[in-house]
């Protein structure tokens, strides 16, 4: 059993940087990869990021390359996600979800990110 709490999340004016939290129990966190997603009012779900559970292979959605950045430390039991050059298309609720292949197991409870124009 994993229990993810995001943390981080605020208002932000377009340019503006996060730096968004995941914190996990459980012993066994470090098994799992983590992948971060989000979610904007009155659209689907998205993928945003991801990183094998060692932490030496990560993944980015096309739209957040070059901006987002995410990193995990596993002997702190986190995931962080690094939002830089913010846009207003980035408002979203963000979750940190832990990873089974490709099944989604564990989700936080998301924490919302609102960047302003």
């Known amino acids: 059993q994993v229990q993810l709490v995001e943390s981080g999340g605020g208002l932000v004016q377009a340019g503006g940087s996060l730096r968004l939290l995941c914190s996990a129990s459980?012993?066994?966190?470090?098994?799992?990869?983590m992948d971060w997603v989000r979610q904007a009012p009155g659209k689907e779900r998205e993928f945003v990021a991801t990183?094998?559970?060692?932490?030496?292979?990560?993944g980015y959605a096309d739209f957040v390359k070059g901006r987002f950045t995410i990193s995990r430390d596993n002997a702190k039991n986190t995931v962080s996600l690094q939002m830089n050059n913010l846009k207003p298309e980035d408002t979203a609720v963000y979750y940190c979800?832990?990873?089974?292949?490709?099944?989604?197991?564990?989700w936080g409870q998301g924490t919302q990110v609102t960047v302003s124009s």
């Open positions: 979800v832990a990873r089974v292949g490709t099944k989604y197991e564990y």
């Open positions: 459980g012993r066994t966190f470090s098994s799992y990869a």
């Open positions: 990183i094998k559970s060692s932490g030496d292979i990560s």
